[in-house]
Structures are given as C-alpha cells and as structure tokens.
C-alpha cells in the first residue's frame, strides 16, 4: 500500500515530465508503427463496426487518427494538458483529460481499449484499481490491449518518469487477478531475439 499523497507525486511529476516534453515527444513518435497492436486488438473484437474504441494514454494523438480512419470511434484520456489539446486537433475525437490513478470512466461503454507504452506508469500499488475501472468500461467480452516495456517486477523512477516492468507471469498473475481472459501475448519488435525485444504486448478479454 501507498499512501495517497505519494501516488500523486509520482504521477503529477511523470505527467511534469510529458507536459514539459510534449513537441518533442510528439516529434520523435509521429512515426512510430504500432499497427501490429492495433491489428492485435481489433481482430479479437466480436462487436460490428463501427467500434467504440478507448486510447488510453493517448498522447499526441498519432493512434486516435488512426482508429478514426479505419472507421471506428475512437475517444481518448490522457492527463498531460498539451497532449490532451494536441490529440484533439491532430484526431479531431473527443479526448478527455483524466488521471490514470482517478479514472471515471462510464460502464461498458466500449468495445475495446487500447494501452500502448502507458500502464507501465501506474505504480503496482494501483494497478489493480486501474485495471478494475478498464474492466468495468468495456462491454461485455470487450477486449483490453496493453503494451508495456517489460522488466524482472521492479518498479521505480527512470528519469523523470516512474515506471513499472513486468515480465509475463507477473503481468499475467495482475490481469488474471483483474478478472480478465487471456488471449494472446508476444514480445516486440518481432523477428528479433528475446534480448532485444524490450516491449510486452499482451490482449486480453473482459
Ligand atoms: C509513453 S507515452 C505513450 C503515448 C501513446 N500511447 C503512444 O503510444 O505514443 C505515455 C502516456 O501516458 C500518459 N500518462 C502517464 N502518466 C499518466 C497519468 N498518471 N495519468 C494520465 N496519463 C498519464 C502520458 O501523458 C503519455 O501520453
């Protein structure tokens, strides 16, 4: 347990670092391909299109545009203000400026949520109130992607960013316990070895 207090240092001055760094994170991930894990959510989903699509941790906003060209309905939540202004001009969605640790979502809602690079900045001490409230807003058999930097379960600050790295049976063991289904899981980027893969990408069913 964490005292409340702490677990809102630790997010205000990860959200300080975002904030400051916002052009220059928007810059340097403009480019990145994620469609492995866009693919990876969206074919487990047994909803019609168009999807009602939650991009957690949105950021600027390069995943919100994306799930809007492909159709589905896609809204965002992130707690840095500048990527929250930024993801509403760049998608033109809805994007709801939130805390990860005081998330007040509505109940089954959406089909599916997508959590590309951010859980791993909820301290263990959180997360399974964090994964109760994904739980809750997705519908029923709704389906939750999380893609996270992995590591041996230790948890602390990385510059000015705190962070938590999993590896599979920890991660496993905290969404199993969350009450989700495990579909599928695989390491990035692919067709490199284990060591050089440093992303967990796992999918998982409400
Ligand atoms: C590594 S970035 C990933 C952004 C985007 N999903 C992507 O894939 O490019 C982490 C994101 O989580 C957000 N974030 C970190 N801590 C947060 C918190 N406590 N509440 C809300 N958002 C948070 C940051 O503002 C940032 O947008």
Known sequence: MRDPKELETISERTLDHYRGSAESFREN??????????????????????????????????????????????????????????????????VWHQNLLQLDLPDGRFDGVFANAVLFHVPSAALAQVLGCLHRTLKPQGVLFCSNPRGDNQEGWSGERYGAWYDWPAWRERMLAAGFEEIEHYYRPSGLPRAQQPWLASVWRA
């Not at 992130?78 to 998608?91: H, I, K, L, N, T």
């Open 29 to 94: 991930t403009r480019d990145h391909d994620v469609s492995q894990n866009i693919a990876a959510l969206l074919r487990h989903i047994r909803a019609p299109s168009p999807l009602q699509i939650l991009d957690l941790g949105c950021g600027p906003g390069r995943d919100l545009k994306t799930f809007t060209a492909l159709g589905h309905v896609a809204v965002g939540v992130d707690g840095a203000e500048p990527f929250v202004e930024m993801a509403r001009a760049e998608s033109g969605c809805e």
